[in-house]
């Protein structure tokens, strides 16, 4: 059992890991003065893992919630970019800053009603 749960994790992570390379390359242009690739895929990342978590299903959290999100959203790119905002744009930096932070958490709050509506429904 122990395999399977490793194996839904490294396929969660593969798809998660070329979702996110796809959308931030695809999203992070030199004409925004924020990286709004790692903003859109941290921010949809909070809202999904939400859904995931309302879920309550055990392999949806290793595949899609550990696998996949675990690649998919990005702690350390974010934090990177924001010090590099920090040193060459304020404002930029400051509304990089609140909005992921504040946004993620009400996101992640619909997505946990959102899963948790759709499970009292379909599960």
């Known amino acids: ?13 593969f798809a998660g ?13 030199s004409e925004y003065s924020i ?19 309302g879920l309550k299903s055990e392999e949806i959290a290793l595949l899609f919630g550990t696998g996949f999100m675990g690649a998919f959203t990005t702690f350390s790119t974010f934090k990177f970019e924001a010090i590099k905002l920090h040193q060459k744009q304020k404002k930029s930096f400051a509304f990089y800053i609140i909005i992921p932070y504040g946004s993620g ?9 959102i899963g948790k509506t759709f499970y009292r429904f379909f599960m």
């Not at 890991?17 to 992070?28: K, P, T």
């Not at 990286?35 to 978590?53: K, S």
Request: positive net charge.
């Open 1 to 13: 059992m122990t395999f399977i749960y490793i194996f839904l994790v490294g396929i969660g992570g």
């Open 35 to 53: 990286p709004i690739g790692t903003l859109t895929v941290n921010l949809l990342g909070a809202l999904l893992l939400g859904v995931i978590t």
């Open 105 to 113: 958490i009400v996101l992640a709050f619909l997505g946990y009603v």
């Open 17 to 29: 890991a070329i979702a996110r390379f796809s959308i931030s390359n695809a999203l992070n242009k």
